[in-house]
């Protein structure tokens, strides 16, 4: 489908320059840039899913951080151990 809808967007020169300079850097005209900024941007789209993990982050956050002084834990009762049976062999 060919591009038939015009958007006009007011902006300062410099701005106008910049944009310029960022689509020119990718190797695009300043339409497709911004064409495909928008369809990229998709933040919207994103917004609810980012709310989800979050709130299921907050909700596993207190289990998470248990596993972890657990997984701690262990790990230094298993250090101090080896350190032990480093000692005898040692002697």
Known sequence: MSASARLVVQMTPAEKASLDQRAQA??????EF???RVSEDGIEDSRHEIEALLSALETCGPAILHSLDNAISEAEALSAAISVLDERTTE
């Open 26 to 31: 990718e190797g695009l005209s300043t339409s």
């Open 34 to 36: 911004v064409r495909r």
